[in-house]
């Protein structure tokens, strides 16, 4: 698994949840952490069209659901799954 989703992951505060995402992203097949995010480069920012560009998508969804949550007030549990759905 890659080092550098584990600061998106380390943002879900339950121990338990933390533990079952990082179960799920380390079965995740070694091209995930590879490949481009699209394959047509039609719906994704040109960034994510790259080498690497599906973990940078990833990424980004984890922070927005992050915001989501703030800014709707989803706390405790219920916080931590919809950023361990988004990763």
Not at 15 to 40: C, G, H, M, N
Not at 45 to 59: C, K, V
């Given at each position: 698994m890659d080092n550098?989703?584990?600061k998106e992951v380390?943002?879900?505060q339950s121990q338990p949840i933390r533990d079952f995402v990082l179960s799920i992203l380390t079965r995740a097949p070694e091209y995930?952490?590879?490949i481009s995010s699209s394959s047509?480069?039609?719906y994704h920012p040109a960034d994510e069209n790259s080498l690497g560009g599906e973990l940078l998508h990833t990424r980004r969804v984890a922070k927005i659901a992050e915001d989501l949550?703030?800014?709707f007030e989803v706390v405790g549990d219920d916080r931590d799954?919809?950023?361990g759905a988004a990763l």
């Amino acid at each position: 698994m890659d080092n550098i989703i584990l600061k998106e992951v380390n943002l879900i505060q339950s121990q338990p949840i933390r533990d079952f995402v990082l179960s799920i992203l380390t079965r995740a097949p070694e091209y995930f952490w590879k490949i481009s995010s699209s394959s047509s480069g039609k719906y994704h920012p040109a960034d994510e069209n790259s080498l690497g560009g599906e973990l940078l998508h990833t990424r980004r969804v984890a922070k927005i659901a992050e915001d989501l949550c703030r800014n709707f007030e989803v706390v405790g549990d219920d916080r931590d799954c919809v950023i361990g759905a988004a990763l």
